[in-house]
């Protein structure tokens, strides 16, 4: 099988140099990193991104690469639609190799329940203007071919997309760069600086940088980070599994999902395979700090969760993870580089039975490669983008909670205005810290 293509034995393609000053330093090389670094340096601000592994080694390579409108919480659901526009124009500016495809996503519904959820979802977003529509069976069969499951219907957004994960944020990375950011792989950033309440800089392996502004885009790291500031975000990460198949006929041009399993042909011709909902959750200190904010998502998600006692050493809700650590010695960012979960041997046996079952016509698929990602998600499943009010200077731009990659590009543009100091052109109320300590009802995004 074939070795996940981002790892620590990458070689570093991007070497800084760290300066010893700038306007913003962004933390974290992922989507959301990446395209604010890129927004940032379009609006001539002097801004260093700084990864302790390398560009997109985490989530943002691991995902399945869907771009979709279709589910979307309603707060942002417009950013989404300002992102595939932006989307749109990347991807003629690097062509084919950024793999863009709008070919649509489909949902697909084994029960009137679902198909009812699906109904509701668009009802409302009718009013964004989004062209999603329900599907009859008998549509569905018309553009799923020869699949044997019997589905009710389904929802389908024809303008809604996919791009090529691994390949495009790096080609992302190198547009940042080209216009102006600097950006350093292998540089872990350790700690704020921290002067007069507020913050003056951050302290990297590498050394450090004076700056005005920090974004905090750190994934899965990004609470270990903030809490030993005093910021407590609570996220919390699931380990998802997915696995790519050897070439296979076309199905179906888009992107499908039902409550098993998920498919997408990949640009080599194979096909992405994950699980509808299944996933693994390694139980940490976190994880019981913020139980209680968590109880409405677990009511609704509890069977597709398989619970660990513990995650393995060094991630970071580990139990032995440090929580404090002084800066001038190695943190917890630099023990591991790159976060590369073990896939679930149950989950890549369950998927390809379900395609399978689904496909018979295909035959069982051959897998060429299954890797797994930690998903960074927050108690109502929709991301944290905000400015910290007792901190100065430090704005979050986390949680993105499995669907960030597609709403990359419209994020960092949001986040570099917010940065700047400009009109975002959105509400942000939806994405607010203090959602979480204000008394506020947790309000689930859809799970869809
Ligand atoms: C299996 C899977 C499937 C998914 N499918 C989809 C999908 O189809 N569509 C979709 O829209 N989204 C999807 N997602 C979600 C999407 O991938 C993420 O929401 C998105 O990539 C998050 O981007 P990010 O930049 O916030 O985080 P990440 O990509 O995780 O990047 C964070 C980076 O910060 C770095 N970092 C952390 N701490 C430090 C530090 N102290 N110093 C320096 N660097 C640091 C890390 O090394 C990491 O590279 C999926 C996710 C997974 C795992």
């Given at each position: 099988m074939m070795p996940f293509p981002i790892s620590e034995a990458t070689p570093v393609r991007f070497a800084g140099p760290l300066p010893d000053a700038c306007d913003v330093v962004v933390i974290g090389g992922g989507v959301i990193g990446v395209m604010t670094a890129w927004n940032l340096a379009e609006r001539g601000l002097r801004v260093t991104?700084?990864?302790k592994g390398r560009i997109a080694g985490e989530q943002s390579s691991r995902n399945w690469g869907w771009i979709r409108q279709q589910g979307r919480d309603f707060g942002e659901l417009p950013i989404m639609m300002e992102s595939l526009r932006h989307w749109k124009s990347l991807s003629q500016e690097f062509g084919e190799a950024l793999g863009f495809r709008q070919e649509g996503v489909m949902y697909l519904a084994r029960t009137e329940a679902e198909m009812a959820g699906f109904e509701a979802w668009r009802a409302e977003?009718?009013?964004f203007g989004v062209d999603t529509e329900m599907q009859s069976a008998g549509q569905v069969a018309e553009r799923i071919a020869g699949a044997a499951t019997p589905w009710k219907g389904g929802l389908f957004t024809a303008s809604d997309a996919r791009a090529e994960p691994w390949v495009a944020v790096p080609l992302l990375a190198e547009g940042a760069q080209a216009r102006g950011a600097v950006i350093v792989e292998n540089?872990?950033?350790r700690a704020l600086d921290i002067a007069g309440g507020r913050v003056t800089g951050v302290v990297t392996e590498q050394g450090r940088i004076a700056c005005d502004q920090v974004v905090l885009a750190g994934g899965a790291w990004s609470a270990l980070f903030a809490r030993a500031h005093g910021v407590a975000i609570p996220q919390l990460s699931v380990r998802a599994t997915v696995m790519a198949t050897e070439p296979l006929p076309q199905v179906f041009a888009g992107n499908a999902a039902d409550d098993a399993f998920a498919f997408r042909r990949r640009a080599d011709g194979g096909y992405t395979l994950a699980p509808g909902a299944a996933h693994d959750f390694f139980i940490g200190p976190d994880a019981?700090?913020?139980f209680g904010l968590?109880?409405?998502?677990?009511?609704?998600?509890?069977?597709?969760?398989k619970f660990h006692p513990a995650a393995p050493s060094h991630y970071p809700d580990a139990w032995g993870t440090p929580r404090r650590w002084a800066a001038d010695a190695t943190s917890p960012f630099e023990r591991m580089r790159v976060l590369n979960p073990e896939p679930s041997a149950r989950i890549v046996a369950d998927v390809c039975q379900s395609f399978a079952a689904c496909f018979p016509h295909l035959g069982a698929p051959k897998l060429k490669a299954a890797w797994a990602g930690m998903i960074d998600t927050m108690p109502d499943v929709v991301p944290v983008v905000d400015r910290v009010a007792a901190l100065p200077g430090l704005v979050l731009a986390t949680g993105m909670s499995g669907h960030g990659f597609g709403i990359g590009p419209g994020f960092g543009r949001v986040i570099a205005d917010l940065v700047a100091g400009n009109d975002t052109g959105h509400d942000l109320h939806r994405f607010r810290l203090?959602?979480?300590?204000?008394?506020?009802?947790?309000a689930p995004g859809p799970s869809l």
């Open positions: 991104l700084c990864e977003a009718r009013s540089c872990a950033v019981f700090r913020n968590y109880l409405p998502v677990l009511k609704k998600d509890f069977r597709s969760t203090t959602r979480f300590t204000d008394g506020s009802k947790i």
